[in-house]
């Protein structure tokens, strides 16, 4: 007798559905989706550069002013008095960005000459004073 068969003759049809080739193509399907899944879902994860749209800034130009051992005061290399400091003074505070103004003094400069040009350049509305000195040879 016949395994898994009804009847005694082998000619009959079978009634009885065969699962064994269902459950492997079944098994083989889910063995793929097993593998391929992670393989859809891995990224790779990269830093990239962020753009910005801000303008650069515009840096303004410093404003050297030097005063010598007699008292005598240079704008970039020229010689100014006292009124003429303070009409440029209070054109260069109207810029915008506002300028730094380097201040730099010789060693026997009388210190009344240097309180004068920091008062106008307060008063003309310079906020910001660099002090430039030179270090000894």
Do not use: C
Not at 107 to 117: D, G, L, N, P, W
Request: glycine share 4%; hydrophobic share 40%.
């Amino acid at each position: 007798m016949a395994m898994g068969s009804l009847s005694d003759s082998e000619d009959d049809f079978n009634p009885e559905i065969n699962t064994t080739p269902l459950v492997d193509v079944m098994l083989v399907l889910l063995i793929i989706f097993i593998m391929t899944i992670p393989v859809m879902n891995h990224a790779v994860k990269i830093d990239l550069p962020r753009a910005s749209d801000q303008p650069d800034e515009v840096k303004p130009q410093n404003i050297n002013l030097s005063i010598d051992a007699d008292g005598k005061i240079y704008w970039d290399a020229e010689v100014v008095d006292m009124n003429q400091l303070n009409l440029r003074i209070a054109t260069a505070a109207q810029k915008q960005p506002q300028p730094e103004l380097h201040l730099r003094a010789e060693r026997t400069t009388q210190y009344e000459k240097v309180a004068q040009v920091m008062a106008a350049a307060q008063t003309g509305g310079l906020s910001k004073i660099g002090f430039v000195t030179d270090p000894k040879k």
